[in-house]
């Protein structure tokens, strides 16, 4: 029901920048579209003739979607330029790089197509202004990841080096349409411990750079691993703190809240409510939960409880994220709003859904802090069965 075209889904990054006439850093607004943010820094850094390291930004954009975000690229050139499906605009400098903590948040502009009314959505939409909905990463916080085949830091953190290299590699083509690259890492697997055979079938740095170690030092599978490039482990670390932070607050919904809506989505079941009483509205609106590492603060005995139960079962303990292996990445606690409220939410238009005939669209406009997902807003105003096809 949304990002049908790239127009449906509008997102501009909203940053506090500290602008100066002149910097050692000079800032662009990047606008694009079928691009992911780092997919397209590499290219840029190709097409530019600089260092992937030289270009900072502070939050991956999606690539379904218009999206407008903030980089800067370490030189005192004009880089600026336009493109069919991205544009670079340079607006002034700064003495530091772009990073995540300059972001206040993000300014969406969604439509949600191919509804039989949407007057369910409406009412939706007046329960979220009342009682909010609640903030769970959502699924594009998974991408890249599989859990059939678990999780690259699950792994890690268990010291199964062996396992965790396995699934970064089947996990760089989950989202691939390529079938000749899924056969070839599916044939790297089944010839798993031949080093000279995967090496042979090896593509792309990393892959090889991980089967030249192996072949000189077979069975040393972490010194393997840190061939990976930081930013993907990092990437793969997030993935499974957020993991663990979704499973958290949907058990912790389950100890306050009574009637919970589920919506099953890739990456497991989100749980909403429709309205709240007044105390566990006030205790979810205060409430902010811990991401995952080695010392957490937690808001009550409950929430920590629940922890407790959940690290039990996965084996783990809080030592276990004080993982010394690829100790160029670490897993650092932060706290989470539990509700969240849309700010500036407004309805733009209501229309004949032209990519359907017979039915209607809904075009909103609101703003989110920095981390949430639009998506999960939009799961919590579809809940209604009378919006389904």
Known sequence: MIKAIPEDFIVEEIATLPLVEKGEFRVYQLTKKNWTTPDLVRFLA?????????????????????????????????????????????????????????????????????????????????????????????????????QSLGFF?????????????????????????????????????????????????????????????????????????????????????????????????????????????????ESGIYLFWKTLDEETLNYLKELKLPTPAAKMQFPDDLSRNLYLKILEENNLKFSSFRTKALSRVFFRSFQRKVLLYPENLEIIEIKEDELHPKRKALVLSFALPRGAFATMLVKRILLDEEIKK
Not at 52 to 71: C, E, L
């Open 153 to 265: 830091a699950d792994r890690v953190l268990r010291g199964h080096y062996n396992g965790a290299l396995q699934i970064f590699l089947q996990s760089q083509n989950i989202c691939s349409s390529d079938k000749k690259n899924r056969e070839r890492v599916a044939e790297i697997i089944a010839n798993w411990r031949n080093w000279e055979k995967c090496l042979e079938l090896a593509q792309g740095l990393t892959e090889k750079r991980i089967f030249r170690t192996l072949l000189l030092r077979p069975d040393d599978f972490l010194a393997a691993l840190e061939k990976i490039p930081r930013e993907e482990i990092a990437m793969a670390y997030a993935a499974f703190g957020s993991h663990l932070w979704n499973e958290l607050l949907r058990r912790l919904l389950k100890e306050k809240i009574k009637d919970l809506k589920e919506v099953q989505a």
């Open 46 to 146: 190709k097409l530019l003739s600089i260092s992937p390291k030289a270009i900072a930004y502070g939050g991956k954009k999606d690539k379904h979607g218009i999206t407008t975000q903030h980089i800067t690229i370490r030189s005192q050139r004009d880089f600026s330029l336009e493109e069919k499906n991205f544009s670079l605009k340079a607006i002034g400098f700064m003495r530091k790089p772009m990073s995540p903590a300059l972001i206040k948040g993000n300014r969406f502009r969604i439509t949600i197509r191919n509804l039989v009314t949407v007057e369910p959505l409406l009412r939706n939409l007046e329960e979220v202004k009342i009682y909010g909905f609640p903030n769970f990463f959502d699924d594009q916080r998974f991408r890249g990841t599989d």
